[in-house]
């Protein structure tokens, strides 16, 4: 039976990291595995990495690794936002586990609150400085970001539309027509996207997503996603490999309904 063309990201984290998790959510059509680097600390991380480098092993099938910065974020109770005052995105605890990542040889760095291309230019400074040479990932999540876009895909070697933090800039109502406007812009540029967070967040309790996620997931396909990507249901839901396994039924019954070829990351 093959495999969705669409590939899935999933965030891994505390229920997850381990090995058993980690071989059944690659065995299901888990594609590329995301550590992000706002939570944990090196060592986390480092369990992670030698984990899944492991069971890609012993799957024979390659799984990359995204390290998401976390750029000039701030905890704020349950909820997180950005410093909006500082000039520079680039924090230092992103050098910091920049430098671990490109020594872990991860293929992917995801840039937070990106906001125009000097700052994609330079966070490809830092990485060749590091002796690096890992593709960047551009996050749109500001609405500056959003203003700058054609130039930012122009830099960058993929996009990811992060819905959350995005939600906190814009208005909600505009979000589908946002997302739906920065796929096109990359199908056209040949540069691959990725829609992400809360894709189906009720997954962290429940065994099965609600009919408007599945919903959300199929409408990402059909309008020509690359990728789609699980947050807090694969990295500390109950239920990680259930999304996987949920995920990967959505993006195939979608499939029929699109001809478009994927651009893999």
Same mark, same amino acid.
């Given at each position: 039976? &093959?495999?969705?063309?669409?590939?899935?990201?999933?965030?891994?984290?505390?229920?997850?990291?381990?090995?058993?998790?980690?071989?059944?959510?690659?065995?299901?059509?888990?594609?590329?595995?995301?550590?992000? $680097?706002?939570?944990?600390? *090196?060592?986390? *991380?480092? &369990?992670?990495?030698?984990?899944?480098? &492991?069971? !890609?092993?012993?799957?024979?099938?390659?799984?990359?690794?995204?390290?998401?910065? +976390?750029?000039?974020?701030?905890?704020?109770?349950? !909820? *997180?936002?950005?410093?909006?005052?500082?000039?520079? =995105?680039?924090?230092?605890?992103?050098?910091?586990?920049?430098? $671990?990542?490109?020594?872990?040889?991860?293929?992917?760095?995801?840039?937070?609150?990106?906001?125009?291309?000097?700052?994609?230019?330079?966070?490809?400074?830092?990485?060749?400085?590091?002796?690096?040479?890992?593709?960047? =990932? +551009?996050?749109? !999540?500001?609405?500056? %970001? $959003?203003?700058?876009?054609? @130039?930012?895909?122009?830099?960058?070697?993929?996009?990811?539309? %992060?819905?959350?933090?995005?939600?906190?800039?814009?208005?909600? @109502?505009?979000?589908?027509?946002?997302?739906?406007?920065?796929?096109?812009?990359?199908?056209? %540029?040949?540069?691959?996207?990725?829609?992400?967070?809360?894709?189906?967040? +009720?997954?962290?309790?429940?065994?099965?997503?609600?009919?408007?996620?599945?919903?959300?997931?199929?409408?990402?396909?059909?309008?020509?996603?690359?990728?789609?990507?699980?947050?807090? @249901? +694969?990295?500390?839901?109950?239920?990680?490999?259930?999304?996987?396994?949920?995920?990967?039924?959505?993006?195939?019954?979608?499939?029929? *309904?699109?001809?478009?070829?994927?651009?893999?990351?």
């Amino acid at each position: 039976m &093959e495999n969705s063309r669409t590939q899935i990201i999933a965030t891994i984290g505390p229920v997850s990291k381990n090995i058993s998790t980690l071989k059944e959510m690659i065995s299901n059509n888990m594609d590329i595995a995301r550590l992000n $680097f706002s939570w944990g600390t *090196h060592n986390d *991380h480092k &369990e992670s990495i030698n984990n899944i480098r &492991e069971v !890609e092993k012993s799957l024979s099938k390659k799984i990359p690794i995204i390290q998401d910065l +976390s750029g000039p974020r701030i905890q704020e109770e349950k !909820e *997180h936002t950005y410093k909006r005052d500082v000039l520079e =995105i680039i924090t230092e605890k992103d050098l910091y586990d920049l430098k $671990f990542g490109i020594e872990q040889n991860i293929e992917y760095v995801a840039m937070s609150f990106v906001g125009c291309k000097n700052d994609v230019e330079e966070l490809r400074n830092h990485i060749k400085k590091f002796e690096g040479n890992q593709k960047i =990932i +551009s996050k749109i !999540e500001r609405q500056v %970001a $959003f203003d700058n876009i054609d @130039e930012i895909i122009e830099v960058s070697d993929g996009i990811m539309i %992060a819905r959350g933090d995005l939600g906190n800039e814009v208005p909600l @109502e505009q979000i589908p027509f946002i997302e739906k406007s920065i796929i096109e812009k990359c199908n056209e %540029a040949g540069k691959p996207v990725i829609v992400a967070t809360q894709m189906m967040l +009720s997954m962290t309790e429940n065994t099965l997503p609600t009919r408007a996620e599945v919903t959300d997931v199929s409408f990402a396909v059909i309008e020509g996603t690359d990728a789609v990507m699980l947050s807090e @249901e +694969s990295a500390s839901g109950k239920h990680p490999v259930e999304a996987i396994i949920m995920m990967e039924k959505i993006l195939k019954e979608s499939e029929k *309904h699109t001809e478009r070829k994927i651009i893999k990351l």
